[in-house]
């Protein structure tokens, strides 16, 4: 059984930082693209940060030069780096990840059951 499991969240200070982890565990042949969604109360949920095997990177327009997403492909861990937080950050925040399985050939994409972050003074 496939999970993606995401930690870090939590309450923290305009201003402040906070490191969120997200680690894919299961029968799993290889990991492609990593992401962070989130979604705020009343709102769509959107992209974050998005990052491919090769370590490209696509930002959501709020969040860039604030955000970093990395990953580290042995430990199947995609990371979200979060600096200069607002309360507008505020919000469930989702991994999502293209896996292929083993014994599979075509990627599927899974969700984390997501972390809350709270921006407040």
């Known amino acids: 059984q496939v999970q993606l499991v995401e930690s870090g969240g939590g309450l923290v200070q305009p201003g402040g930082s906070l490191r969120l982890s997200c680690v894919v565990s299961?029968?799993?042949?290889?990991?492609?693209?990593m992401g962070w969604y989130r979604q705020a109360p009343g709102k769509q949920r959107e992209l974050v940060a998005r990052i491919s095997r090769d370590d490209g990177t696509n930002y959501g327009d709020s969040v860039k030069g604030r955000f970093t997403i990395s990953r580290d492909n042995a430990k199947k861990t995609v990371y979200l780096q979060m600096t200069s937080l607002k309360p507008e950050d505020t919000a469930d925040y989702y991994c999502n990840a293209d896996l292929i399985l083993a014994g599979g050939y075509y990627p599927r994409n899974y969700w984390g059951q997501g972390t809350q972050v709270t921006v407040s003074s």
């Open positions: 299961g029968n799993i042949f290889r990991t492609n693209a």
